[in-house]
């Protein structure tokens, strides 16, 4: 077997807060296999967006080892972690903020490949020019600064940032959720036309459940900072096992008319990730829970390649 | 629109044009939009950021900026009065009482110097008689009504998760038991299991109380679980209207047929999805004709020139498309 181009084993990452410690990525482990995508979905606050910056290094990790194309990469400071940073981007969720409004698109875009200090500035130049035409911006629009450009035209700067060194891991951070479903059908289908071509590996959070459906070869659940099922995007909408999961799907209003189903209401809402009991998470909203559910809870693999979070998984499904 | 034959409307708009303007520029932000609701029943708006939906709402409301904004022509009826012409302390008892609003953003519907009770208590107060021990019950009672333990009326917006102020901004919404409910997208800000819990609170209120609802909405799954009539909203006009069931199993319009095929489909595998190309109109400066041409692969010089008017397609199927003849022969339709 190929060696994954991103593994994370037992990540955590915690943030001190006047309440305690947030447990906001706790215990995690997951790889993503090259060429294809992870997606990550769970509800604002679960902990995604921390995961994926945890593993690029743009969060310093408290525990755990992040392997990049097998080495590891968890301890590498100054220049090495700088080179190991070339192969690991980020598209931000908000395109409004997370392009400088004063640079124009052109420079925003050859930053990175100035950076990296490897080419001359005719090789930027060109270098830029191929990375517009690629996510579909007009050579027109070089000049012009981000107030200047729609939702979806920002976004196709992030990406082109993105890819500028031509990255082998890319994080989405819910690159679409800031679009409208018509320009969010076209990012959407970009992301996947620039993984064809040039061999990425995405790691693509979201809430939105149809997107990461139609995007994923994996999908990971995540509640409150941990994994709770992981498996293809295939065996995750036909056979969920986790209770969380479940009602997860269930509470996707459906667009079928005709077969109308009744959602799962769960009762509840998220707890606090600080101070954490050690029981499962998401026991305190779960109508399985009993006595054993409070007791620490590991990632299992229940079938080959399908891993669930869940003491009673056996029992319930 | 007349598909309603033997009931009279409870709510019905007509020719209804609003525009926000500046010195230099005017944004048509609706134009000539009629609609009509008939008791009980829910109405979904949909459409994109900027296609007028809110706007549709707030000029009900008459809630639109004093400053920027006017309604240029249109009448508001409800229950047959002209509410866009009664004079403004007449509208003030509307507000609130027959006709309320939830609003989008519950981090920033709710005042977060007052305590949640005394903000539910205020609406109540307003419109009832009464001692101030009545209100605060009634207001406990709303409390209860969205889940939330009435202990905790002295609690401020910050100390509540999303889901809770929303769940406080629907109780101040319908504490006077309105006739007529405005939703503006009351649960975007939402995460999805939390969405469930608020729309099955709002339609089992909704029931018990018999409101009529506009919900505005882009989840196509919202609409096709709580809507009766569906209205599809394109650079402030309605381009499609029909029951939900005329909307989903035959849409006609080809803005309505691309929204459908943008969304990814939960229940089939495709391998790429079908965008809409291009973007939506400046609304400071729409494309003569129909606003939808500059998109549409099935625009003719017609639709280029003409203001295309609503076309009765079916039994109330509405639908504003010169080109329906030609869709049908291609098989688009």
Known sequence: ?317 | MDNLENKSPFLEIRGLTVEYFSKETVVHAVNSVDLTLEKGRTLGLVGETGAGKTTIAKSILRILPDVGARIVSGDIFLEGTDISKIPEPEMRKIRGQKISMIFQDPMTALNPVQTVGSQIEEVVALHNAGSKAEFRRRAEEMLELVGIPKERYSDYPHQFSGGMKQRVVIAIALACNPELLLADEPTTALDVTIQAQVLQLISQLRERLGTSMILITHDMGVVATFCDYVAVVYAGSIVEYGTKEQLFDHYQHPYTTGLFGAIPNMSLDEDRLHPIEGLPPDPTDLPKGCAFWPRCKYATERCKQEKIEMTVTSDGHLCRCCNLDLLSQEGAI
């Open chain 1, 1 to 317: 077997m190929s060696v994954p181009v991103i593994e994370a084993k037992r990540l955590k990452k915690y943030f001190p807060t006047h309440g305690g410690i947030l447990h906001a990525v706790d215990d995690v482990t997951l790889k993503i296999e090259r060429g294809t995508t992870l997606g990550v979905v769970g509800e604002s606050g679960c902990g995604k967006s921390t995961l994926g910056r945890t593993i690029i290094r743009l969060l310093e990790r408290t525990d755990g080892q992040i392997l990049l194309n097998g080495e590891d990469i968890s301890e590498l400071k100054g220049k090495k972690l700088r080179q190991a940073r070339e192969k690991m981007q980020i598209i931000f969720q908000d395109p409004y903020s997370s392009i400088d409004p004063r640079k124009t698109v052109e420079a925003t875009v050859c930053e990175p490949l100035k950076v990296s200090k490897r080419y001359s500035k005719k090789q930027i130049d060109q270098i830029s020019d191929e990375l517009m035409e690629l996510v579909g911006i007009d050579h027109r629009l070089r000049v012009s600064y981000p107030h200047e450009l729609d939702g979806g035209r920002r976004q196709r700067v992030g990406i082109a940032r993105a890819l500028a060194l031509n990255p082998d891991f890319v994080v989405c951070d819910e690159p679409v959720s800031a679009l409208d479903v018509s320009i969010q059908a076209q990012v959407l289908n970009l992301l996947q036309d620039l993984q064809e071509k040039r061999g990425l590996t995405y790691m693509f959070i979201t809430h939105n459940l149809s997107v990461v459906r139609h995007i994923s070869d994996q999908i990971c659940v995540m509640y409150l900072g941990q994994i709770v099922e992981m498996c293809t995007t295939k065996e995750l909408f036909t056979r969920p096992l986790h209770p969380y999961t479940k009602a997860l799907f269930s509470a996707i209003p459906s667009t079928d008319i005709h077969s109308p189903h009744k959602p799962e209401i769960l009762e509840g809402e998220l707890s606090s990730p600080i101070n954490p009991k050690p029981g499962c998470r998401f026991a305190a909203r779960c109508k399985y829970a009993n006595e054993a559910c409070l007791q620490p809870q590991s990632q299992e693999e229940i079938s080959p390649g399908h891993i669930v979070r869940c003491c009673r998984v056996h029992e319930i499904n």
